[in-house]
């Protein structure tokens, strides 16, 4: 009961010194309310902010790409964490600093003031979200405007997996206003590796930003503004081999273990379908992580061929099998099928002279 108290007296304590001090700081700068109630007096969040109708604002996008968090190969989409800053001038949002005390910057609820609404053309998620208005922006009292913060996006990839898993992929994210046209506002870009971090699986080889105008069909006439960002992704193929294709490799050499086993054994043909079954799960595994394409990886093939391989030391195995335990009575092989299994042995036998051995 007295610990129960004395916590709760700490806490009444702790409150009361937290609300002292927020309501003294607010009281002690009574420039900070001046200069919001002066910005906002008439501002209106839906106009945008240029004093002449024919002023381009101009948005300054960089884009840092921090890690990639999923590479989906069967869905053809990539998730990646971004760091994103966007700068432009907001001309309602300037002040003279002698009047408010020197104060030089702002830090505001980005819903509170016009934003320029980028969003994500190959957007992948569920829906388009609104990544902007949530955050914080700062102002200046140029009325420059920085919007930055961490964004997860996920965008559509056409992903080629024929080389796979020795695979570079080229995922291109466009961004760009889509309210506002090129006359209203126009969207620059650039970015850079140098906050990557890998995942263990994809290394990023270059980031590459493009402005574009593009026309568009429900809007014949107008241009628009984007920025195109190309992704250009390496994969560590280190897990798939050990995983996908030493299991494969060691399986195909086992088969030939198959062909020197004596038929006195019985175990070839169980050493056949084990092999064959084995090679087939392998197989399933793979194909579950491929997109239903037209393209045929090379690792696909490699497969396709050893099941092909190993099916005919199956079908050899039970041949040899066959004729091994038939016993006497079935006689020898006929001369069609030692034509075709020992054709050499066959025309090597027939020119033997009578008599020899």
């Known amino acids: 009961m007295q610990k129960s108290k004395k916590r709760f007296n700490t806490t009444v304590v702790l409150t009361t010194l937290f609300l002292f001090a927020v309501f003294e700081g607010v009281s ?10 002066d910005l906002f007096e008439d501002y209106d969040t839906l106009i ?15 884009f840092y790409v921090s890690q990639v968090l999923d590479m989906n190969e069967r869905d053809q989409f990539l998730k990646v964490n971004v760091w994103v800053t966007l700068i432009w001038n907001d001309e309602y949002l300037r002040w003279n600093i002698s009047d408010y005390d020197n104060i030089t910057t702002l830090k505001l609820p980005a819903h509170k003031i016009w934003i320029p609404q980028v969003v994500l053309y190959q957007n992948a998620d569920d829906q388009y979200r609104d ?4 955050e914080v922006v700062k102002v200046s009292s140029t009325g420059d405007v920085m919007w930055a913060a961490p964004v997860i996006f996920i965008s559509h990839c056409m992903i080629n997996v024929y080389y796979f898993p020795f695979d570079e992929q080229d995922c291109d994210l466009k961004f760009g206003p889509w309210q506002y046209d090129g006359r209203e506002v126009a969207l620059v870009g650039g970015g850079d590796v140098s906050v990557y971090q890998s995942n263990g699986e994809w290394d990023m080889l270059d980031l590459q930003a493009v402005a574009n105008i593009e026309y568009y069909v429900d809007d014949p006439g107008v241009p628009y503004t984007d920025v195109t960002y190309t992704l250009h992704l ?18 195909c050499t086992v088969t030939v273990v198959n062909f020197i086993l004596p038929a006195e054994s019985g175990e070839k043909v169980s050493l056949a379908i084990t092999i064959l ?29 050893a099941l092909f391989l190993v099916s005919m030391s199956l079908l050899a195995s039970v041949i040899v ?4 335990f038939s016993g006497p009575e079935r006689g ?22 009578s008599g020899t051995t």
Request: glycine share 4%.
């Open 28 to 37: 002690a700068s009574p420039a900070y309310r001046r200069l919001l109630r």
């Open 321 to 324: 099998s066959q004729y091994h």
């Open 332 to 353: 020898w092989l006929s001369g069609r099928i030692q034509r075709f299994v020992f054709p050499y042995w066959s025309i090597s036998w027939h020119q033997t002279p």
């Open 277 to 305: 079954l084995s090679l087939t799960v392998f197989l399933l595994l793979f194909a579950e992580s491929m997109p239903p394409s037209d393209v045929i990886p090379i690792i696909g093939q490699f497969y396709a061929g």
């Open 131 to 134: 990544f902007m208005s949530k």
């Open 48 to 62: 945008r902010p240029v004093y002449d109708v024919n002023t381009t604002t101009d948005v300054d996008m960089s």
């Open 234 to 251: 390496k994969r560590r193929p280190i897990f798939y081999v050990f995983n996908l294709l030493m299991p494969c490799g060691l399986l």
